[in-house]
Antibody
């Protein structure tokens, strides 16, 4: 079945770095745009970043631009989020999510991974 | 950036009653609007896309309507499993940011 599994979360000090991974299975990963979405404790959903299916384009929320980098390895069906210069306000559950439609078409997210918790604290 | 605004923040409804949730976009998103349901400790689940099309496996008590900047999610007869937080999201081609509303919590009255 179609599945996304995030990993790499944990506790990290402010100013340090962390890399999240999202392992995809059950579909042709290289055909779909992929996103990261985060949710701070008790708060709503915040879109973080997108990478086109072929890696040709990537975009970021203003809140993470210049600090976070999205990337993908289509040969290993894995999406990444490199997070640098972490701040307390980056504390959240981070979800990866797939577009529902393959290719360049913009579409909603389905499925989502189960999420991985990142806690930024000294 | 397209700003999505949901109302109300919290909706208190009795089981079996109808719930109506609203979502407004700061500019037209045509029908590029999705609704998600999220229960505590779980990832969001896609309910509605294209403003009015139910996703696979979603019961027909869930319905969506609207276009442009005004959208509505209606749950015709609330079941116990429907008490959750609901988010709207726009997915216009441009700009590429896929903004969410702040959510509406549907709670038991």
């Amino acid at each position: 079945q179609v599945q996304l599994v995030e990993s790499g979360g944990g506790v990290v000090q402010p100013g340090r770095s962390l890399r999240l991974s999202c392992a995809a299975s059950g579909f042709t990963f290289s055909s779909y745009g992929m996103h990261w979405v985060r949710q701070a404790p008790g708060k709503g959903l915040e879109w973080v970043a997108v990478m086109w299916f072929d890696g040709s384009n990537k975009y970021y929320a203003e809140s993470v631009k210049g600090r976070f980098t999205i990337s993908r390895d289509n040969s290993n069906n894995t999406l990444y989020l490199q997070m640098n210069s972490l701040r307390a306000e980056d504390t959240a559950v981070y979800y990866c999510a797939r577009e529902t439609v393959a290719g360049y078409t913009s579409s909603p997210f389905d499925p989502w991974g189960q999420g991985t918790l990142v806690t930024v604290s000294s | 950036e397209i700003v999505m605004t949901q109302s109300p923040a919290t909706l208190s409804v009795s089981p079996g009653e109808r719930a109506t949730l609203s979502c407004r976009a700061s500019q037209s998103v045509t029908t590029n609007l999705a609704w998600y349901q999220q229960k505590p400790g779980q990832a969001p689940r896609l309910l509605i896309y294209g403003a009015s099309t139910r996703a696979t496996g979603i019961p027909d008590r869930f319905s969506g309507s609207g276009s442009g900047t005004e959208f509505t999610l209606t749950i015709s007869s609330l079941q116990s499993e429907d008490f959750a937080v609901y988010y709207c999201q726009q997915y216009n081609n441009w700009p590429p940011e896929r903004t969410f509303g702040q959510g509406t919590k549907v709670e038991i009255k």
